[in-house]
């Protein structure tokens, strides 16, 4: 299997058949990081849609220094930072409302109760905070990659997320006692 | 260690992302330590509730419709190979002859300008103007090949300002939440 990076030199040379490979591995991460960083279903979609054509035109640019992963989700954070700034009214917007639209099993009660909560003490924390926890807590970059996305130093990525912990655990205390 | 330290390198900690040293630093701290002990299992807790939580799925059709958006923009150029290297997208966006005329215009205009200038500039000072230091040079390359974002003017920093350099230069870190 091609690696992202031989994919995108595959792109560069206009093989749209390599990009669409690209575009289906990472839209689930992409769409999860978008919809997370928004809360917001449409918004998610156009966030992630632009980022594969910003992908789809950078590629005879794009240089493998930094691995396509990061550089995707640089491309993808900056595009919701953007989002969030000119829409600073909805914090949470669909965040809250999704989780009761799927079928209910019996205890989903309780547990579309965590989603809501989790998902509005995420939706809570400062831009970058929000950025730095779902990037490592649900992609699983590290402070290396993170920082590099971010434009923060390893400390800095640190702080951010010894800082999103506590504002999520002060929120969320009570599951936490369980 | 101090307890604010040794907090710091939880999530590491959680994550066998440690190196020896500072895990073995860790672990003899948390012996000693019953509130870092504490701390640690709400650390773990709050990890596993928070990746508990799913994100919607990926909405219906989503590949499709990036890549036929994709083969529009590659339709109306012809290919996705650009000849030249340096960033083009503006004249993809759509500027009629006039336009394009206009900018013609100016930017000759701004030439003649800039030669006067120099002339004037280097007979008064009997040097050349600076060149830009390396890493400003390829942070603004690095700029233009992440996000080909031309049109951002209306954020605090603006691509290619003075400002949203300096910020990449420094490494915006933690400090700039909001
Ligand atoms: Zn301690």
Redesign the interface.
């Known amino acids: 299997m091609p690696s992202d990076e031989e994919l995108m030199s595959a792109v560069a040379e206009g093989d749209l058949s390599a990009f669409e490979q690209l575009v289906r591995r990472y839209q689930r991460s992409g769409w999860n990081t978008a919809f997370r960083l928004v809360g917001d279903l449409h918004a998610a979609e156009d966030i992630v849609q632009e980022a594969f054509l910003r992908v789809l035109r950078a590629a005879p640019r794009y240089r493998p220094t930094a691995a396509f992963r990061t550089y995707f989700f640089r491309i993808l954070t900056r595009l919701c930072r953007n989002h969030r700034r000119r829409n600073v009214a909805s914090p949470s917007g669909d965040l809250d409302a999704w989780v009761s639209q799927g079928p209910a099993p019996e205890d989903i009660a309780s547990s579309q109760e965590v989603h809501s909560s989790v998902n509005n003490a995420l939706a809570s924390l400062p831009a970058r905070q929000r950025e730095a926890v779902v990037l490592r807590y649900y992609e699983g970059l590290s402070y290396g990659e993170i920082g590099w996305v971010m434009g923060a130093t390893r400390k800095g990525v640190e702080r951010l997320l010894a800082r999103g912990r506590a504002a999520l655990a002060n929120k969320l205390g009570k599951l936490l006692e369980k | 260690m101090r307890c604010d330290r040794a907090?710091?390198m939880m999530?590491?900690y959680v994550a066998e992302?440690l190196p020896r040293v500072e895990r073995v630093a860790l672990e003899s701290h948390l012996r000693e330590c019953p509130g870092c002990r504490q701390q640690l299992a709400?650390?773990q807790?709050?990890?596993r509730?928070?990746?508990?939580?799913?994100?919607?799925p990926?909405?219906q059709g989503?590949?499709d419709?990036?890549?036929a958006?994709?083969?529009q923009?590659?339709g109306s150029q012809g290919?996705?190979?650009?000849t030249c290297?340096r960033?083009v997208?503006w004249w993809r966006h759509g500027l009629t002859p006039q336009q394009i005329g206009f900018a013609a215009a100016l930017a000759a205009g701004l030439l003649v300008g800039v030669v006067l200038g120099r002339q004037t500039w280097t007979n008064s000072l009997r040097t050349s103007a600076p060149e830009p230091p390396i890493a400003h040079a390829q942070v603004m390359d690095a700029e233009?090949?992440?996000?080909?974002?031309y049109l951002?003017y209306f954020?605090s920093t603006p691509r290619g300002s003075f400002p949203e350099i300096y910020?990449?230069l420094t490494?915006?870190?933690?400090?700039?939440?909001?």
């Open positions: 907090q710091a999530d590491r992302e709400q650390v807790t709050l990890l509730i928070l990746r508990n939580v799913p994100a919607p990926v909405p989503l590949v419709r990036v890549m958006k994709a083969g923009e590659i290919s996705v190979v650009q290297s960033p997208a233009n090949v992440y996000l080909p974002d951002d954020s910020l990449s490494s915006v870190d933690s400090n700039q939440e909001f």
